[in-house]
């Protein structure tokens, strides 16, 4: 944002706002991404869209850290439509195929499902925390009409 930029009094009460956290690899990991979250979504997008971000953070959150290796890094994007969940983690193992396990962070995944019916869209890259190695799962979530 430049400061001189005169405001636009059509433009809405949103905006595009990367928040990032490391969180710690605990159990109460999810709570605290949680208040991350309720602390850095702003007022609108909060009044619109914050208990599905809460669920997404909580299921993205809570997979990365019993499934994945530290860090685990949380991004919350406020981006005038939707807010864009990010979680990476360093993790490039996980599951082993001899468990006949389905990787959490695909489709048929434990909790994926319901991040699916709550965004518009997500995906899986494979960029971990900071651009290294690892893996980043990312939700889309609109908001609700007005
Ligand atoms: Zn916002």
Redesign the pocket.
Known sequence: MTADAPADPAAPA??R?HARVVLRHATSTPGAARRFTRNH??A???SQALDAVLVVVSELVTNAVEHGQPPVVLTLI??VEQ?VVGVHDSSTSEPRPADGDVPWYSETGRGMQLVEGLSVHWGVSDEGPGGGPGKGVWATITLAPA
């Open positions: 949103v905006h706002e979504l702003c609108a997008h909060a406020c981006n807010v």
